[in-house]
């Protein structure tokens, strides 16, 4: 996740960081309001985040309200 008004990495997981299957990982983060953030998903074996290697998804809130949660399985 990338604070795109300063160009500052805020976190990154590296390949293999999310192993286990059926498990939800929570990560919260403090955004400050009027910021821009660039999270990016992506999958091991590039095949998107479903299909061939199970099925998975993300969702995004923001104060307990749900801002997005797409996904192309």
């Known amino acids: ?3 795109t008004c300063t160009g500052t990495v805020v976190d990154q ?3 293999g960081y999310f192993t286990q299957q ?3 990982y929570i990560m919260p983060y ?3 309001e009027n910021s821009r ?3 990016v998903v992506s999958d091991l074996y590039n095949d998107g ?4 290697h199970g099925s998975g998804t993300y969702s995004i809130y ?3 309200d ?8």
Request: overall charge neutral.
């Open 1 to 3: 996740m990338t604070d």
């Open 13 to 15: 997981k590296s390949a």
């Open 22 to 24: 059926y498990t939800r």
């Open 30 to 32: 403090h955004v400050p």
């Open 37 to 39: 953030f660039e999270l």
């Open 49 to 52: 985040l479903c299909c061939g």
């Open 62 to 64: 923001s104060g307990g």
């Open 66 to 73: 749900l801002v997005t949660s797409p996904s192309n399985g």
